[in-house]
């Protein structure tokens, strides 16, 4: 079956460092892949998307990468701020006109001051 | 972009009840909208399809006549979870999409005792 994993369910870093957040997925070859933010008893907020012919993508502070060798996805949040702090979601895309979703289940980012 | 909005935002209710909750596309008509159910510190698991003018399509293990759709127009679906119990105790969200960017609705928390 399709399997999407986040490896950290927290990961903890000091404000100023690049957060690097890591999504692997076995068993499918997605068309794309997504992040989104999610806070504590909030929906998700969409981030990136990243397409399988695309390497990387970057927004503002925020940077993707893509590869499908690996299966893998890592999420940059670079000059990481304490507002930066959440949940992350990776999603990836298993086909169908509407773009069903599948989720892994979340790296909790902490940023100290 | 597109603003979903989900009401209500929380709700308790008795064991034995049943609870509707409203998801709805403020600025988009969707003939598509997606329902998920996220348990503490899991991801979010997709339970329907809700499709404007037809049946809704359920995921597997999800049973149909206890989480009722309705997809009356293109800017409303509601879930209704009939006969709540306990383990239903979950946090709802819905979803729509504009293309390959997604809406998530802020949620709702349902807590049935």
């Known amino acids: 079956s399709q399997k999407i994993e986040q490896n950290s369910e927290a990961l903890n870093i000091q404000e100023g460092k690049t957060a690097t957040l890591t999504c692997n997925y076995t068993n499918y070859s997605p068309a794309y892949l997504q992040w989104y933010r999610q806070d504590p008893g909030r929906g998700p907020v969409f981030l990136l998307l990243i397409r399988e012919n695309e390497k990387e993508k970057r927004k503002e502070r925020l940077k993707v990468t893509f590869d499908t060798t690996l299966k893998q996805s890592l999420f940059h949040i670079t000059a990481s701020q304490p507002a930066d702090s959440a949940t992350y979601l990776c999603?990836?895309?298993?086909?169908?006109?509407?773009?069903?979703?599948?989720f892994g289940k979340g790296t909790k980012l902490s940023v100290k001051p | 972009g597109a603003v979903v909005s989900q009401h209500p935002s929380w709700v308790i209710c008795k064991s034995g009840t049943s609870v509707k909750i409203e998801c709805r596309s403020l600025?988009?008509?969707?003939?598509?909208m997606f329902w998920y159910r996220q348990f503490p510190k899991q991801s979010l698991m997709l339970m329907a399809t809700s499709n404007e003018g037809s049946k809704a399509t359920y995921e597997q293990g999800v049973e149909k006549d206890k989480f009722l759709i309705n997809h009356a127009s293109l800017t409303l679906s509601t879930l209704t979870v009939t006969s709540a119990h306990p383990e239903d105790s979950s946090f709802y969200i819905c979803?729509?999409?504009?293309?390959?960017?997604?809406?998530f609705g802020p949620g709702t928390r349902l807590l049935v005792l």
């Open positions: 600025d988009f008509q969707a003939t598509t």
């Open positions: 999603a990836l895309d298993t086909g169908g006109s509407q773009g069903n979703l599948i």
């Open positions: 979803r729509l999409g504009v293309g390959e960017t997604q809406y």
